[in-house]
Every structure is written in C-alpha cells, then in structure tokens.
C-alpha cells in the first residue's frame, strides 16, 4: 500500500539516515528511481547550505529524542530542482524498544508555500496602503468598536496619534448628543445586521473641533461566519458640507424669489414638456393653482389649433437644438379664455452636459397686442385714408383743366376742402404725437370759451354751413388756453357735425351747475355711439364699431381728452344710438356765466337758444342715455 502511494513520498531509513525503502510517491517526487535511492543518504535531498549547517542529522535525533519532528523548507530533486517540502519523521523502535529506523513522510507544498508567500505580500502591501491613505480614516474595530488599528488618514481626519487611541471605544468620535441616543452601537448593530452601514453627520477630533464625517461600517466575517470586528472608513466632507448648505440655502432663496415673481410666469418643465414647478405669476397669467398643473403637459397652454399641428413639442424641439426659443401667440387660460403669450424657453443641461428639461418664462401681453392691433387697423386706414383726399385733388385738378369757368370755380372749392381735410388729419397726427412727446405746456389764463367756440366754429365756415352749429349766448369764463381750446371746439364740431344728419343742428352750451367749474356741452343729434365703444372711445386710434370710411384718425377724442386734462379739466361722453351724442368739458373757472353783448357773435346766425341744454355733470349720467366718462 505504501509502495503505492503517489501523493506522498513515504521512505525508510536506518538509524545513520541511509535509505533502506523507497514508494512510488518518492520517486514522482523526488525522480530516484527505488534503485539509485536504496543505500544512500538522505541528506541528499537536503539543499547544500543545509547540509552544510548539519540539518538532516539534527533533524533525525530530534525525531529520536522525541519520537517525532517536522520541518518545512526547501528540498532538492535529482535535477537540482527545488520544492517546498512538509516532512515528518518519525523514529521506529522493535517490540523490545530497540530504535531501528525512521520512516520519513514528504509532502510537496511549493504551490501552496506559493500561494501563502502571495498572500503575505499582499496583505503587506496593503497594511502598507492603508497605513499611508491620508484622505481616509480607515481603521478596524473589534466587535465591541474598540479600535484595533490606525491609519495616517485617521489621525490626520481625527487628530488622535495611533498610541493615543488603539484599544479606545470609536464612540470616542462622536458628539456627546449621538453618544447619548446610542448612534455609535446603533451603527455597528445595523452593519452587523445589514453587512454595511453608512452614516453621515458631525463628528469631534481630538481638540474638540467638529468635523461632516461620511462614514461607512463593514462588519467583518471569519471563513466560519464568525463576527470578527468591523471596518470602517470615514471622509471629511466639512468643506463639501459647507458648500452644499451655501448652495441649497442660495437655490432656496432663488425658489423663494421665482415662486413669488407675480408679472411672469416662471415654470420649469422636464425633457418630455411635464411641468415640474410654478410660480404665483403662472398661477396668475395661466389660472392654474400649482397642484392643478405640476405633472401636466405644457401643452395644455396652447390654442387646440397649435397643438394639433405640434406646436408645443416643436418648441421644444427647437430649443433643444439652439438653446433657446422665442414664441409669441395666443396661449389658453384655465377658464378657456386667451392671452397673448410672449414665451421663451431654454434648455437646461446637466454638469454632464445631457439635456435636463426646460425653463419656461411667460409674460402676458395682451395689452400691448390690443393696442398694437390698434394701431396696425389704424396704419392700415392711414394708408387708405390720407390717399383718399390727395387722390380727390388729383382728379379735381386733372377736371379744372378742362373745366369751363363755372364748373372751374366750384371744383376749385372742392380741391380746397379735400386739401383742408387733409390738413385736419396731418393736424391730428402732429399734435397727438406732440402731446404723446410731452412737449406740450400751456399756459393758463380766464378766457371766454364762448368766444373761442365761436371763432372755431367760423374758422369751419369753409367747411360746412355755419348755420348749422349754435352756440349759447353767454360769456363763459373758464382757465383754459386758447389755442388748446379752439383745437378741442374743432375736434368736437367737426365730429358732431360728420356724425349727424346734414340738416341737423349742433348746439354748444355753457352751464355752471357745479362751484367753481364751467362745463361746455358739445350736442348732436346724430346716430350716436354704440354703448359698447364709451368706455374706450377717448384711446388713441380707437374709431368705434360704427366708423366709416370717413377719413378719420380715432385720434380726435384722444387729444381732447390729452388737451383737457393738460387744462386740469376733464371730458365726459353722453350718447344714445339714434337719438345723438354730447360731450362735456368741464374746466375750473371763478367767474360767473353772463349772457354776452349780441355784436361779439358770430358762428350762429340765430338768436335763439336752442332746445334747453341737456343736465351734464362732471360724471355725466342720465337715466336714458349711456355714458362714457373720462377723467381728466
Ligand atoms: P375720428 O373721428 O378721427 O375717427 P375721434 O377720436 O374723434 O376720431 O373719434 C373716434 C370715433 O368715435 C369716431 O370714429 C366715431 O366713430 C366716434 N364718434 C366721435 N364723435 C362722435 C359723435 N359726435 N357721434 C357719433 N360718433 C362719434
């Protein structure tokens, strides 16, 4: 059985060393053959340094002196090869205790001695390692957390030398209040039973400075499953912490800030358009409360006619690729109403440089695009308007040419008219854009507006038959300026008079119905002012829903209003459809109303009064009429 044992070379020897047996074993490891073995000395397998320090013959009487002995070290083959041998040798004795021998058992353990040499080296390198990591406190508890090991990392986070601290608690770094709820045996039972646990939070060095740990705790297992102790790593985040508080305190600010911004609304939407925040302005302009829209599409803004031709996504889509995009259009309330939207959209990009969503600022601007459709209708009038009156006198002057005299006179009267038209509407153009430049100051002075009626309404002789206008026979003293008030007569003349039937009459009356103040009531009986219009037919460019095609500006009533008010006055309109329209300047005045002497008329051709002037206040109201009022 022996002789066939290959994994072990099994050899018997004399009591001097000499070989007498020889296995398989011995020869697979050894490469003797069982005859170039038997009758030789061991110590042949000895390498020469050992034999020279005389190791095999101490080795065989230890063995004698106490029966057995083992050694492990380097053996020689026949080829001169080394391998690390296990030997045991073990002395023999016959029945009468006589010593005959030894048997001598070798096992071949170079891959293992191998291995436990790697082994070593590594575990070497890496106390080394770990010794020398400065970043890490990276040291090894015993189950209980007493500290076992110490790195340069450790003393350098924590300020403890490894003497000062080797066999201490690690509890030791940790605040009294975390030492006090248990935070430190909580950790190491939670990793125990996790396998990791990671914790981060203030921890004390050594000189009772604080420090943000982040801190990770492995528990540490035997081959057997035994708890062995635990490892435990920790950073200094301090600087990080520090930074991350200044950050999230500055990104809280800026949220506060946004989410109060009421003119615009501020929203940010991820990659896909979901709206992720509001503000109280997108609560404002759009209807929405927050809960109402956060998780929603920021498609549901859009008219059904953008989104169905996707609209919101090619928005998107754009400032994705550009960075940003701008859009104007008509944008969807809550209640379903529109505003036009003023819309920029940028992209947001994260540190790595993938798109992250979208920022979304809306302003509502549907006032400015009221008056910009304002002013574009007028615009397109202007156009349209002005060319009527200079094309007029084009084809009066191209028929004055072969006009005979009578006929040569009368279109001569019509050149002149549609000149002065044009004149009137250059007027309006000029003096608005003048008041609008605030270039306008005028200078006050107690003036009788009759008398300023009356001269405008002569200077209009040209125009219509003066008949037609009737002014009250009074001196009204009033503060007002001349110039302005002759250009507000005209105004109001010139449209009660456009406005109404050519037989019609127009009256101008004073009255004092309120100390301190004269009103001037300018009356048709036209067809009247739509009930809808009143309340904006004083803005700029605003014509009404019934003007024709009569040439005018829709700045007229806006440069009374301007010139009245520069007058620290103020204007009201009183007007029914069908039955006529008044409207009332009401300037301050100190004077008392007086009829005046007959020579100082002019403008009317009749003594009488008129129909009794219609009750206008200041905020003009009468049970059957609507009222437009305008403060000065
Ligand atoms: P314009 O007469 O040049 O159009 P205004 O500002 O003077 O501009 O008047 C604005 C509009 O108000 C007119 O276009 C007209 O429709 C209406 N309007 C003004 N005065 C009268 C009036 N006396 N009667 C009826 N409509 C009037």
């Known amino acids: 059985m022996v002789a066939h044992v290959s994994d072990y070379a099994i050899i018997g020897l004399d009591p001097e060393g000499t070989i007498t047996s020889w296995n398989l074993g011995a020869e697979k490891l050894k490469q003797y053959t069982r005859e170039e073995a038997i009758g030789r000395s061991f110590s042949m397998f000895y390498p020469e340094e050992d034999r020279r320090d005389g190791l095999p013959l101490t080795l065989l009487t230890q063995a004698l002196d106490d029966g057995r002995v083992e050694h492990l070290g380097w053996r020689v083959r026949k080829d001169g090869t080394r391998f690390w041998g296990d030997v045991i040798i073990t002395a023999l004795h016959d029945e009468a205790g006589v010593h005959t021998g030894f048997v001598k ?10 291995l436990e040499t790697a082994l070593k080296s590594s575990e070497e390198r890496l106390r080394l390692l770990v010794g020398q990591v400065v970043d890490y406190a990276i040291i090894a508890l015993d189950p209980q957390g007493i500290i076992l090991t110490w790195n340069l990392g450790a003393e350098r986070v924590k300020g403890y030398t490894a003497e000062e601290i080797i066999g201490r608690s690690f509890a030791t770094f940790y605040p009294e209040e975390d030492r006090r709820d248990g935070l430190p045996m909580k950790l190491l039972t939670e990793a125990r039973e996790q396998g990791r646990v990671e914790h981060l939070g203030w921890r004390v060095r050594k000189d009772g400075t604080r420090f943000w740990g982040d801190v990770v705790i492995t528990a540490l297992h035997d081959e057997g499953g035994t708890l062995t102790g635990y490892a435990k790593v920790t950073r200094d985040l301090t600087e990080q912490h520090a930074l991350e508080t200044a950050l999230r305190s500055s990104e809280e600010r800026l949220r506060l800030l946004v989410g109060q911004v009421v003119d615009y609304a501020i929203i940010a939407l991820d990659p896909q358009g979901v709206i992720e925040t509001w503000n109280l302005g997108a609560e404002r302009v759009k209807g929405y409360t927050a809960d109402e829209a956060i998780g929603r599409s920021f498609a549901m803004f859009y008219t ?9 996504l090619e928005l998107l889509s754009i400032a994705k690729e550009r960075g940003r995009v701008e859009h104007t259009g008509w944008r969807v309330r809550k209640d379903g109403s529109r505003f036009w939207g003023d819309v920029v959209i940028t992209a947001l990009h994260d540190e790595g440089g993938k798109l992250a969503g979208f920022a979304k600022v809306t302003r509502d601007r549907t006032d400015l695009k009221a008056l910009e459709d304002a002013q574009d209708a007028f615009y397109a009038t202007f156009k349209h308007d002005f060319r009527t009156p200079v094309t007029a006198i084009k084809g009066f002057v191209d028929a004055i040419r072969h006009a005979d005299d009578e006929t040569r006179a009368h279109l001569i009267d019509r050149v002149e008219s549609s ?10 153009l000029v003096e608005f854009a003048s008041q609008r430049a605030g ?20 200077d209009l002789s040209s125009h219509f038959d003066p008949a037609r206008v009737q002014i009250a026979d009074d001196v009204a003293l009033a503060t007002a300026n001349g110039v302005a008030m002759h250009r507000v007569v005209t105004n ?8 109404s039937p050519p037989d019609s009459v127009v009256d101008i009356t004073f009255d004092r119905a309120r100390a301190g103040f004269l009103q001037m009531s300018v009356r048709d009986r036209g067809r009247g002012i739509d009930p809808r219009d009143l309340d904006v037919i004083f803005d ?14 829709g700045l007229g009533l806006a440069s009374v209003r301007e010139l009245v008010r520069q007058m620290n006055g103020h204007v009201s309109i009183q007007s029914e459809v069908g039955v006529g329209t008044t409207v009332t300047v009401e300037l301050r005045s100190q004077a008392s109303l007086k009829p005046s002497a007959p020579s100082q008329r002019s403008g009317s051709t009749s003594d009488e009064v008129g129909e009794s002037p219609p009750v206008v206040d200041g905020s003009g109201d009468s049970a059957a009429a609507s009222t437009g009022h305008c403060p000065g």
Request: proline fraction near 1%.
């Open 419 to 428: 000149a002065d038209r044009l004149l009137g509407m250059v007027e309006d």
């Open 540 to 553: 700029e460019f605003v014509r009404g829903r019934m003007a024709e095609d009569d040439g005018g500006t």
């Open 105 to 114: 058992v070798t096992r071949d353990l170079t891959e293992q001695h191998h």
């Open 492 to 499: 109001l003349v010139l449209n009660a008079l456009k406005y």
């Open 304 to 312: 059904e006619e953008d989104r169905r031709r996707g609209l919101p």
């Open 439 to 458: 270039q306008a100051t005028l200078v006050l002075a107690d003036i009788d507006l009759a008398d300023v009626a009356r001269s405008a309404v002569h």
